[in-house]
């Protein structure tokens, strides 16, 4: 198979068919759903299938062979006590994330989609050269918070056509990798075990998971620095992004993540999305008033929306802003839903975009340049000049 696209040399790609599309039928490392034909809403989620391993369902239990090379849907089971029947089905991403083992409260799949959504995350197929290696630098992303791996599972899914040339021996052709970071090591296995039970690991090789305190620490640490080498664009403009740029995306799901934004904004690239999740509209707030304030990050506040409670899919937009009071001139933050629906549960998401690196000059230099201005100003009214006439015509 030959592909090619504009910008790039005609390349070879060789097509390799996984086991997982060769044939539907369940295969040991599957995971299998039960679902009981008298009670439908009664499901049962298998470990990954092996060789005499056994299913419990609520009256027996169910043998993992009477599993193993059948179609799903073809097949009605009985436990060991026949009370009850069984339909075994692959499960959905959905019923996986709810009825899998957790030591985190996870992020819900549909809630979790519309998320990697807002960030508008987008990757092709990467072109290889002759030599066999990536013509273009990797894209990397970072996960503050592995959880459950719920997160995880969905960025993967977003960023997995760019990795269709790598394999456990060839990790270099890597086109894309999402770093997950969690400072809790169970939560880390978890998160990890999580990816890796998910139609046999396929998407395993896309996700790097690391402990570490903060992502702070991470990212100013040893472990990272090989990592950014790898993306980093030391040729571009240092007015563009700093020399530390080399994420293409970040999401913060933990505790005071407005306490991170800084760190994480200096290895963000241009125009590459900052997501935080916070239980509390206040957080929100509090993120926007320190990218406010502290005009050393580079980021500037998009939208905020929530995610309403339950078992997800629901989002809802909020208005979110600094503004000032007319009468008093008194700051005063807004914090209201846009379709005017009290607040009935679930988190809310605040998303940034980073922005050039000499974008936001600090507030004594931004003064002074406005004082100048209207110093120019009095002075062209004062001799008589037209306000319309530009400065440069002044100046000649």
């Keep these: 198979m030959f592909v ?30 039960l679902r009981s034909l008298a009670r439908p809403d009664k499901v049962s989620l298998s470990k990954p299938l092996e060789k005499d391993g056994q299913l419990s369902v609520p009256d027996g239990k169910i043998e993992h062979n009477d599993l193993i090379g059948s179609f799903p849907r073809s097949t009605i089971l009985q436990s060991h006590r026949r009370k009850d029947r069984y339909m075994a089905v692959h499960p959905t991403l959905e019923e996986y994330i709810s009825l899998s083992d957790r030591d985190a409260q996870p992020i819900y799949a549909p809630d979790a989609a519309a998320i990697v959504s807002m960030m508008d995350i987008h990757v092709d197929y990467p072109a290889l050269s002759h030599s066999g290696e990536l013509l273009e630098k990797p894209l990397q992303y970072l ?15 977003a960023i997995h056509a760019a990795n269709c040339h790598a394999t456990e021996s060839k990790p270099e052709l890597r086109g894309a990798i999402l770093h997950s970071i969690d400072n809790r090591e169970l939560h880390s296995k978890r998160a990890a075990k999580t990816v890796k039970n998910f139609k046999r690991g396929m998407y395993s090789k896309n996700v790097e998971f690391h402990v ?56 963000l690239k241009h125009d590459a999305p900052l ?47 600094l503004t000032y009071v007319r009468k008093t001139g008194e700051q005063v933050a807004v914090c209201r839903p846009k379709v005017g629906i009290r607040v009935q549960g679930g988190g809310f998401i605040g998303m940034f975009k980073k922005i050039p690196n000499d974008s936001r ?36």
Excluded at 4 to 26: D, E, H, M, Q
Excluded at 143 to 157: D, L
Excluded at 230 to 244: A, G, H, K, W
């Design 275 to 321: 997501v935080i999740f916070t239980p509390s509209i206040t957080q929100i707030m509090e993120a926007i008033k320190l990218v406010q304030e502290d005009r050393d990050i580079k980021l500037t506040f998009v939208r905020c929306a929530e995610i309403t409670s339950g078992a997800g899919g629901g989002m809802r937009e909020w208005d979110t802003r």
């Design 361 to 396: 000059p600090k507030k004594d230099e931004a003064a002074t340049e406005s004082e100048a201005e209207i110093n120019a100003k009095i002075t062209l009214k004062q001799e008589g000049i037209a306000e319309d006439e530009s400065l440069d015509n002044v100046e000649k």
């Design 143 to 157: 996960e503050a918070g592995s959880g459950h791996g719920s997160f995880s599972i969905a960025m993967a899914r």
């Design 4 to 33: 090619n696209r504009p910008g790039f040399r005609l390349v070879s790609i060789s097509v390799v068919r996984s086991a997982r599309c060769a044939s539907t039928k369940f295969q040991e490392g599957d995971l299998v759903l």
């Design 212 to 267: 570490a305190e903060s992502p702070s620490s991470w990212l100013t640490g040893e472990d990272s620095a090989k990592y950014r080498k790898l993306s980093n664009d030391l040729q571009l403009d240092d007015r563009l992004e700093s020399e530390f740029a080399f994420l293409s995306g970040a999401f913060l799901d933990m505790a005071d993540s407005h306490l991170e934004i800084k760190e994480v904004a200096k290895s």
